[in-house]
């Protein structure tokens, strides 16, 4: 069976920064494989295109610019935040808030986004909202370990269910 729209695909890989030597991101192992619903829109549309077509045991290996990744990063979505919304209880914890952390939050519309701490000053924070890969070449090896029909209950969820997907 070859990986297709509506097919699960289990998947080993590693994501690296530039090429096949560059810095390693991300490394997922047939001990806890990556298991997903091919062409339900949770994967980068050009690493789907790279997939496509593979059978079970095929080995895998490609570049993505950072325009088929996660984008340039963008001036806009840097940004000073009142520093008072970080407090807890009229508290702010040194611990949580600190240049480097990456702090979950979410926008305007209750969506969930992870913002990079930049700089902390007497009364904002100034946070990087910009995807952590964003900017990025990312290069991909792996394996293709599984591929099976999905069933109707994943296809009108759109996710995988049981081992390795999603459990209600």
């Given at each position: 069976m070859k990986v297709g729209k509506n097919k699960v695909i289990t998947m080993t890989y590693i994501l690296s920064k530039d090429d096949v030597n560059g810095e390693l991101v991300q490394e997922v192992t047939k001990d806890k494989p990556f298991v997903v619903l091919f062409g339900a829109g949770s994967l980068l549309p050009k690493f789907e295109e790279n997939l496509e077509g593979l059978s079970i045991g095929d080995t895998f290996g490609f570049s993505l610019s950072s325009a088929e990744g996660y984008g340039e990063k963008t001036p806009e979505a840097i940004v000073d935040l009142d520093k008072q919304i970080f407090e807890f209880e009229g508290e702010i914890d040194e611990e949580f808030l600190k240049v480097g952390a990456n702090i979950p939050m979410q926008n305007e519309e209750g969506h969930p986004?992870?913002?990079?701490?930049?700089?902390?000053?007497?009364?904002?924070?100034?946070?990087?909202?910009?995807?952590?890969l964003a900017g990025q070449?990312?290069?991909?090896?792996?394996?293709?370990?599984?591929?099976?029909?999905?069933?109707?209950?994943?296809?009108?969820?759109?996710?995988?269910h049981g081992h390795g997907g999603h459990h209600h």
């Open positions: 986004l992870t913002g990079l701490v930049l700089e902390i000053g007497e009364d904002f924070v100034k946070m990087d909202f910009n995807h952590p070449t990312l290069y991909f090896t792996g394996e293709i370990v599984d591929v099976r029909e999905a069933s109707e209950e994943e296809l009108d969820h759109g996710h995988v």
